[in-house]
């Protein structure tokens, strides 16, 4: 089976050459184990975090190893019970073609729920980053300003539309104009396009005339620096990535927030969505509820092909994916 391997570690940007493809002979399953052929994998900004040596909240990738991460595959040869020919999963999973499995670690997709992609997207990992961070973290109130960076994203589309659906008014930022009016067309108040608009404290400001009550930050650097001049009392800030900064090569430097924190009695709080892995469940059913209700929509760019996922991943870097990116393979 075909199997992309981290040929090395980045300094910066990636390029093609962190990725070596390879093939690997796998044996017939044994007693227990399953064969998986992969139907989607799932590309996301964390895994460049592990590209890197040190420590984090989860292990480096392994140089020499193969790369992995969420992935939709479907059981094509079976010597588990649990897991009968046809059966599809989804779990953290190896960027390989086909893979032999024990079952542990995989979930069943509930394929008449939505889409089987969105379990790595609307009904998976970045949906309930959204739903844990918004709802948990910073609960908007009906009438509040909420702003979400990041917006045109896996994650940032779910914020926006589950503030809406919390009665709050949304700000989204996103880089690029087609993003800003799919944002409009999902209900975003204001969405902004950080990419050319010549100064985003004045775009920001005009946009939240009555200042910012909760702020879901996905990016980081400039914009969450505007951001932070705008804060209303008692403003919640949901700390979910910073995606411009994870390909630099030297400490980001900007202003200190802490006063504006401090001047605000703001709440800034840092989360992974696994803190809340127990409550899961309570997630899924909700977000699939207002799925199915026609409350949420959800968008994916589908690039075809699993010699594309290093290119994919690299797009992520470039605002290539509006909402999910996601690599068809099989
Ligand atoms: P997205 O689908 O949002 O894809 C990444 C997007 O980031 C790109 O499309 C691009 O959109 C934007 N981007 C890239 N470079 C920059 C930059 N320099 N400045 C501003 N925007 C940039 O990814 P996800 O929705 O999966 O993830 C969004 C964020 O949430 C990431 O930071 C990720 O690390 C984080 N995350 C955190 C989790 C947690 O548990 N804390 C879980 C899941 C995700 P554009 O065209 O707008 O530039």
Redesign the pocket.
């Known amino acids: 089976t075909k199997t992309i391997l981290l040929a090395s570690r980045p300094k910066g940007l990636p390029t093609n050459e962190q990725f070596q493809f390879d093939t690997l002979d796998l044996p017939a399953p044994a007693a227990g184990q399953v064969l998986l052929k992969t139907r989607y994998v799932s590309v996301?900004?964390?895994m460049r975090g592990r590209m890197n040596e040190g420590k984090s909240y989860i292990a480096p990738f392994t140089v020499g190893e193969p790369m992995a991460g969420g992935a939709v595959a479907e059981v094509v040869e079976s010597q588990n019970p649990a897991l009968p020919v046809g059966s599809l999963v989804v779990g953290n999973l190896p960027w390989q073609e086909y893979i032999l499995s024990d079952g542990k670690g995989l979930n069943p997709v509930p394929a008449d729920k939505a889409p089987i992609s969105y379990f790595l997207g609307l009904l998976g990992?970045?949906g309930l980053?959204a739903y844990f961070?918004l709802l948990d973290i910073c609960q908007p109130r009906a009438g509040e300003t909420v702003v979400v960076?990041?917006?045109?994203?896996?994650?940032?589309m779910v914020v926006g539309q589950l503030a809406k659906i919390q009665g709050a008014r949304v700000i989204g930022?996103?880089?690029?104009d087609e993003?800003v009016a799919y944002l409009k067309q999902l209900g975003f108040d204001e969405a902004i396009n950080?990419?050319t608009t010549p100064d985003i404290a004045q775009a920001l400001a005009a946009a939240a005339p009555a200042g910012v009550d909760c702020y879901f930050d996905?990016?980081g650097?400039p914009?969450t620096d505007a951001v932070y001049d705008l804060l209303n009392k008692h403003a919640r800030i949901a700390l979910?990535?910073?995606?411009?900064s994870?390909n630099d090569t030297e400490v980001p430097v900007g202003p200190r927030p802490e006063s504006k924190l401090l001047k605000t009695s703001a709440k800034l709080q840092g989360?992974?969505?696994?803190d809340y892995y127990s409550r899961w469940p309570e997630g899924v059913q909700k977000l699939t509820e207002w799925y199915s209700q026609g409350k949420l929509q959800f968008e994916e760019t589908i690039t075809e092909g699993f010699d594309q996922i290093p290119a994919a991943f690299l797009g992520?870097?470039?605002?290539?994916?509006?909402?999910?990116?996601i690599v068809k393979v099989a």
Not at 316 to 325: C, D, H, I, V
Request: net charge positive; proline share 4%; glycine share 22%.
């Open positions: 996301d900004p964390y990992m970045p980053t961070g960076s990041g917006a045109a994203g896996a994650v940032g930022t996103a880089g690029s993003k950080y990419k996905n990016v650097g914009i979910c990535g910073q995606i411009s994870y989360f992974i969505v696994g992520l870097f470039k605002g290539e994916n509006t909402g999910k990116a």
